[in-house]
Structure formats: structure tokens, C-alpha cells
């Protein structure tokens, strides 16, 4: 692998389930050789809802790859494919999904806090 660049097909890269919910994620961090910034797709099937959650220090922001819906301190926000929406790291955050469509998502966070499997700076309220 080169340190120049790298080309990963997301579809390459076999889904997993989010430590939180059932919600579908292809861990693209370390494929794509990440060092400054995290990289998920999250594929948000039709009634799903990802876990509201903050990130101490990690700012992100999302790619809706096709029309999505993301809940910002609880108001849910439709999001046309294609726009982005960046999240402070203070701020409650979740993706949902109340259509009949899967909506596929592209998260970037930096710094690189935490991990799927190790949430670090990854806060749940109670």
C-alpha cells in the first residue's frame, strides 16, 4: 500500500453492527490508512435510528450519499443526497431513517477519538 494514496471501494468492506444499535457500519479508517481522521459509512435502513451521542473533542462531519435524516439535540432534519452537515463535538447527534428508503452515509471525524469498538471520547447520555 502506498502513503500517497488510496482508492477503497466501501462495498469491499464487509458491514458491521454499531456496539450500540443494529445499525449496518463499513470501518473504512483503516483500509483507507487514516492517521489524522476516522472514516465510517453507515448504512441506516428504513426504521432504524443510530444512538444519540456526543464526542468529546472530535468534530464531524457527515456526507449523505443518498437523501438521509440525522436528529440534531432531537429535531430530526432531512438531508438532500450529496450535502454535508458538520456537528460540533458538544452537540447530540444521531442518524435515522424514517423513510421507506436505505439512507447511506459517509461520517468523517477528527481528531480520530475513539473507535467503533472503543468509543474513548464516544458519549451516551444516560
Known amino acids: 500500500m502506498s502513503d500517497d494514496f488510496v482508492i477503497v ?3 469491499a ?3 458491521e453492527s454499531f456496539q450500540t444499535c443494529e445499525t449496518a457500519v463499513r470501518k473504512l479508517t483503516e483500509p483507507l490508512g487514516c492517521t489524522e481522521l476516522r472514516v465510517n459509512q453507515v448504512l441506516v435502513e428504513p426504521g432504524e435510528v ?3 451521542h456526543t464526542h468529546d473533542g472530535q468534530e464531524e ?3 449523505a ?3 438521509g435524516q440525522i436528529a440534531i439535540d432531537g429535531d430530526v432534519h432531512d438531508v438532500p443526497a450529496g450535502a ?3 456537528v460540533h463535538p458538544d452537540t447530540i447527534r444521531n442518524l435515522c431513517n424514517h423513510t421507506e428508503e436505505r439512507h447511506v452515509w459517509l461520517a468523517f471525524g477528527a481528531p480520530p477519538v475513539g473507535s467503533v469498538e472503543n468509543f474513548g471520547e464516544y458519549v451516551v447520555e444516560e
Open 50 to 52: 443510530t444512538t444519540p
Open 9 to 11: 471501494d466501501p462495498e
Open 61 to 63: 462531519v457527515f456526507s
Open 84 to 86: 454535508l452537515v458538520r
Open 13 to 15: 468492506v464487509p458491514p
Open 65 to 67: 450519499v443518498t437523501d
